[in-house]
């Protein structure tokens, strides 16, 4: 049985992008990829790009839903508390 590769790292480029951003471009990729009117390099480079703008959408999400999981209340009022990366588990 062969090992299922980890994914590697979010490229800078696509990193520096909100996820309003990289949700527009990924929509855009994917409208070009169901056209069907490229060519088969393009389409796989497209390809490639909707992979890695996913998982940085993925990622954004995931910090969001901790930061929402960590609602605490404090005297009555209820607060976000941002995570420190070395408090994820």
Same mark, same amino acid.
């Given at each position: 049985?062969? +090992? %299922? %590769?980890? *994914?590697? *790292?979010? *490229?800078?480029?696509? /990193?520096? $992008?909100?996820? =309003? &951003?990289?949700?527009? +471009?990924?929509?855009?990729?994917? +409208?070009?990829? =169901? ?5 088969? =390099? ?7 790009? /909707? ?8 990622? $954004?999400?995931?910090? /969001? +839903? ?8 404090? &005297?009555?009022?209820?607060?976000? &508390? ?8």
């Amino acid at each position: 049985m062969s +090992e %299922k %590769k980890k *994914p590697g *790292p979010v *490229p800078d480029e696509i /990193a520096a $992008l909100s996820f =309003e &951003e990289a949700y527009a +471009e990924l929509k855009t990729v994917t +409208e070009r990829l =169901e056209a069907e009117e490229v060519d088969l =390099e393009t389409t796989l480079a497209d390809y490639g790009r /909707a992979v890695v703008l996913t998982r940085h959408c993925s990622n $954004l999400l995931e910090k /969001a +839903e901790e930061q929402i999981k960590v609602l605490t209340e404090n &005297e009555g009022v209820i607060r976000l &508390e941002a995570l420190d990366s070395d408090d994820r588990g």
